[in-house]
């Protein structure tokens, strides 16, 4: 069964450092997502992307934060200086386009900022 | 804007007992609503939705979930409790800002369930 996959499972920087979070989506999905959860907290929209842009960011998705589809299979997240609040677990997913359809998860990445 | 609240943090049942997990939404247009769960480690995986069919859903493992618009509520059911159940549940509303959908999810605050012998 196709799922969506992330890497790395776990990293851990030094505030001020770049991070780079990767996703490797369905093969046949097209919209793709990024969401956050801080430790104890709700799970949290930060960016929908489609068609090569953004289509829809939050308010926590500020400049820090960027997104990119790079070669057709990866979607990556970075984030240009961590900030101790940027800990939290990231998860990315997919999405065939039809708006009732699942949005595919993958496992995480767990973000530690020192 | 949309939001869900899921009323209790923890909930604790014994095995072979009804699972009864609560979730009210608020909303301006007629919500898509989802359940999803979460064992550990492991990434968020989709157990029921509704999206303005039936208000009795059925998803996966035996779990079901009623759409009561007059209670805003979308709880999630299960008849008997197995110690597989033991995970974190997320009741989620799917966005629709001016009738524009990019499938953005709002998440309640998760419930993790615990299922002992």
């Known amino acids: ?18 991070v780079i979070l990767r996703c490797v989506p369905i093969s046949n999905h097209l919209y793709f997502y990024w969401y956050r959860q801080i430790l104890g907290q709700k799970v949290e929209f930060l960016v929908s992307f489609y068609n090569n842009e953004i289509s829809e960011k939050s308010e926590i998705f ?3 934060f960027s997104v990119e589809r790079p070669d057709g299979s990866n979607f990556t997240l970075k984030i240009r200086s961590t ?14 386009p039809d708006s009732l359809n699942e949005q595919f998860f993958g496992p995480g990445t767990r973000l530690t900022v020192l | 804007a949309q939001s869900v609240t899921q009323l ?12 009864l997990l609560r979730c009210n939404y ?34 996966i493992n035996g ?3 009623e759409f009561k618009k007059s209670e805003t509520s979308f709880h999630l059911t299960k008849p008997s409790a197995h ?16 009738g524009t959908s990019y499938g953005k999810l709002t998440f309640g605050q998760g419930t993790i369930l615990t299922v002992h012998p």
């Open chain 1, 62 to 64: 500020d400049d820090q």
């Open chain 1, 83 to 96: 900030k101790l609040e940027d800990s939290a677990m990231y998860f990315c997913a997919s999405r065939y």
């Open chain 2, 83 to 98: 110690m597989s159940d033991a995970a974190e549940y997320f009741c989620a509303v799917l966005g629709n800002a001016g």
């Open chain 2, 26 to 59: 608020s909303s301006s247009v007629p919500p898509y609503l989802f359940w999803y769960v979460q064992y550990p480690n492991q990434g968020l995986q989709l157990l029921l939705k509704y999206t303005s069919a039936a208000t009795l859903v059925k998803g």
């Open chain 2, 8 to 19: 209790g943090s923890h909930v604790s049942v014994s095995e072979g007992a009804l699972v």
């Open chain 1, 1 to 18: 069964e196709p799922e969506v996959t992330q890497t790395p499972s776990h990293q851990v920087t030094q505030m001020g450092q770049e």
């Open chain 2, 63 to 65: 779990f079901e979930a």
